[in-house]
C-alpha cells in the first residue's frame, strides 16, 4: 500500500504564498506522475498542474506564471509553490500520483486534500 500525505495549506491574504508538499511513502518501487487538482466548494475538481518523473511540467492557464510545480524524487515528495495567490484560488488542494509497487502493479493514489484559503 501506499499512502499519500498533504500539507501547507492554510489562510493567507490576497497575494501571498504558500508552499505544499505531498509525501509518498510505501510500496513504492517507481513514482510517476504527481499531480495538484483542486476542487472549491460548488465547483468539479480540476487539474492544476502535473511534473512527470523526468521534470516535465504542465500547467493550467490560470496559474501559469504563478504557481511552480517541483518533485524531490529521492524523497517521494512533490511541492506546489503558490505565489500572488488570489481569493479564487481558495479550494481544497489534491495531489495524485502514479505508482508502481514493488510486486509490480501501477497505481493511482490520491492524498486527503489540503485547505487553501485566500482572503484578507
Known amino acids: 500500500q501506499v499512502q499519500l500525505v498533504e500539507s501547507g495549506g492554510g489562510l493567507v491574504q490576497p497575494g501571498g504564498s504558500l508552499r505544499l508538499s505531498c509525501a509518498a511513502s510505501?510500496?513504492?518501487?517507481?513514482?510517476?506522475?504527481m499531480d495538484w487538482f483542486r476542487q472549491a466548494p460548488g465547483k468539479e475538481r480540476e487539474l492544476v498542474a502535473s511534473i512527470g518523473r523526468s521534470g516535465s511540467t504542465n500547467y493550467a492557464d490560470y496559474v501559469k506564471g504563478r504557481f511552480t510545480i517541483s518533485r524531490d524524487n529521492a524523497k517521494n515528495t512533490g511541492y506546489l509553490q503558490m505565489n500572488s495567490l488570489k481569493p479564487e484560488d481558495t479550494a481544497v488542494y489534491y495531489c495524485?500520483?502514479?505508482?508502481?509497487?514493488?510486486?509490480?502493479?501501477?497505481?493511482?493514489?490520491w492524498g486527503q486534500g489540503t485547505q487553501v484559503t485566500v482572503s484578507s
Open positions: 495524485r500520483t502514479q505508482v508502481q509497487s514493488y510486486d509490480g502493479a501501477i497505481r493511482m493514489y
Open positions: 510505501g510500496s513504492i518501487f517507481n513514482l510517476y506522475n
